[in-house]
């Protein structure tokens, strides 16, 4: 609900969202709601208290709208 209230009510042309290369299973979840690859970079971690390889991901507008959007 919070994806399609992003696109339709706040008019946001794309969502990213990044997780941790060692956390397989935000993978998981990212791809269910259609959340598409597109790199990797390096991103603080205050947890490990240094930085650490994300991968990261977006899912536009029209790709929501036309059915790749899975709950």
Do not use: W
Not at 22 to 31: G, K, T, V, Y
Not at 45 to 64: E, I, K, N, S
């Amino acid at each position: 609900a919070l994806i399609l209230h992003a696109f339709e009510a706040d008019g946001f042309a794309y969502l990213t969202v990044g997780h941790f290369s060692d956390n397989p299973a935000s993978a998981r979840i990212i791809a269910k709601f259609g959340f598409a690859p597109q790199g990797k970079e390096m991103r603080d971690c205050a947890a490990r208290g240094a930085g650490a390889h994300c991968l990261t991901y977006r899912l536009d507008r029209a790709a929501a709208r036309a059915g790749f959007y899975k709950t």
